[in-house]
């Protein structure tokens, strides 16, 4: 457990950094830049501590310690562009850590890491879907496309975890293999689309539903699907800390949207059709 949570709540300060630095990078310079190409290597070894915490907690412990990466951000936004956070942002962060701890003490045995055929499958589908929805999303300007994209880049960066379970375990078969290549197509994906998004709406709108829907799908997919478990007796205390650090994390998405102040030198919002 220790292991697991120590991986996960440094890969969180890695994807926060990386965050506010993929804010800026795609409203001054676009989707190509060699900024960006620093934040995917950023993303990179925040993945590999990520693949550490998988194999040792369940996968809701798992997200919701990768999702105290606001809290890096929030801190570091605030001070990139030099205005304390409001005292709603200090009890958001404090209930993210309280919930946290309850949701450590609550976590029981980690489930299978074998994926079925069916599981693969709908993997992939899942990809086809979102990226489908993405390119859809993507033809509408303003700030419900960004909202959108959001949402479709937390269900892209949700999926990456739950593929990520394959090489806890793994094998040179197609049991492995086959669900572990999933992990690049999501994280590409969910890069992309939250890139797209970044550009076209306040942060606060994109990370809203993108820190809820990768925090909770893979939280949901890890109990139905791959039996992680909890405590006996111990399921309103899981369900609290779950409760008090989602919360937490859309609240301090709002100490997130000062980046919308960050200078944009050159940008023109019609250059998307060139960049992405």
Avoid: K
């Avoid at 995917?40 to 999702?67: D, E, K, N, R």
């Avoid at 976590?107 to 899942?126: D, K, Q, R, W």
């Avoid at 859809?136 to 269900?155: D, H, P, Y």
């Avoid at 293999?177 to 999501?186: C, D, E, K, R, S």
């Amino acid at each position: 457990m220790v292991i697991g949570l120590g991986a996960a709540l440094l890969a969180a300060v890695l994807f926060g950094v990386a965050a506010v630095v993929q804010a800026i990078a795609a409203r001054r310079y676009g989707l190509v830049s060699w900024m960006m190409a620093g934040v995917a290597l950023i993303y990179v070894l925040g993945w590999l501590l990520h693949l550490v915490s998988i194999t040792f907690v369940p996968l809701y412990v798992a997200q919701v310690g990768i999702a105290a990466s606001l809290v890096v951000t929030a801190l570091l936004a605030a001070t990139v562009v030099g205005e304390p956070l409001a005292p709603r942002h200090w009890v958001a962060i404090g209930a993210m850590f309280a919930g946290l701890v309850l949701l450590v003490l609550a976590a029981g045995p980690i489930g299978s890491t074998h994926f079925e055929t069916e599981h693969t499958l709908v993997l992939y589908l899942g990809a086809v879907v979102t990226l489908a929805l993405g390119l859809v999303a993507r033809r509408f300007n303003g700030q419900a496309s960004g909202v959108a994209l959001g949402a479709l880049a937390g269900i892209a960066f949700g999926g990456s975890p739950i593929s990520t379970r394959a090489l806890v375990d793994p094998h040179l078969d197609a049991e492995t293999i086959l669900p572990a290549l999933t992990v690049g197509i999501y994280g590409l994906l969910g890069f992309w689309l939250s890139s797209i998004a970044l550009r076209r709406a306040a942060v606060t709108a994109v990370n809203a539903p993108l820190i809820l829907l990768e925090t909770v799908v893979p939280a949901i997919v890890g109990i139905a699907v791959f039996g992680d478990q909890v405590r006996a007796g111990w399921w309103p205390v899981a369900l609290t800390g779950f409760a008090l650090s989602t919360l937490g994390a859309l609240v301090l998405c709002g100490a997130e949207s000062r980046l919308e102040h960050v200078e944009q030198p050159g940008f023109e919002p019609a250059s998307e059709q060139l960049t992405g």
